[in-house]
């Protein structure tokens, strides 16, 4: 079992910046994807960002070149730092992480990924 903990979110204002952290702990597999989830009332989990074991990483055309994926392996500790923050990014945003690697063109769909945190508001203000 893999516990995962987000922290990070809060209200800023359009424009402005936030770094969301993502605790794991518990069973540490080999090989595996971790990705930042976000999701509105109403409307599906949005896959953000991804990064594997191995460092590649992939992104949603909404936040390239504005969010940036990363782990810190050695405290076990994800981190999306958003940058250029507008209202479209307002969102409960989830920590995600996968039992084995998919297909890289599947890193940014929900159906990969096992095990799941509960979530850290972002909420940004025009």
């Known amino acids: 079992q893999v516990q995962l903990v987000e922290s990070g979110g809060g209200s800023v204002q359009a424009g402005g910046s936030l770094r969301l952290s993502c605790a794991a702990s518990?069973?540490?597999?080999?090989?595996?994807?971790m990705a930042w989830f976000r999701q509105t009332p109403g409307k599906p989990r949005e896959g953000v960002a991804a990064?594997?074991?191995?460092?590649?990483?992939k992104y949603a055309d909404s936040v390239k070149g504005r969010f940036t994926i990363s782990q810190d392996n050695a405290q076990n500790t994800l981190f999306l730092q958003m940058n250029g923050l507008h209202s479209d990014d307002t969102a409960m945003y989830y920590c995600?992480?996968?039992?084995?690697?998919?297909?890289?063109?599947?890193?940014?769909?929900?159906?990969?990924?096992?095990?799941w945190g509960q979530g850290t508001r972002v909420t940004v203000s025009s």
């Open positions: 995600a992480q996968s039992i084995g690697m998919p297909n890289p063109l599947w890193y940014l769909s929900s159906n990969e990924y096992t095990y």
């Open positions: 518990g069973y540490t597999y080999s090989h595996y994807v």
């Open positions: 990064i594997d074991t191995e460092g590649v990483t």
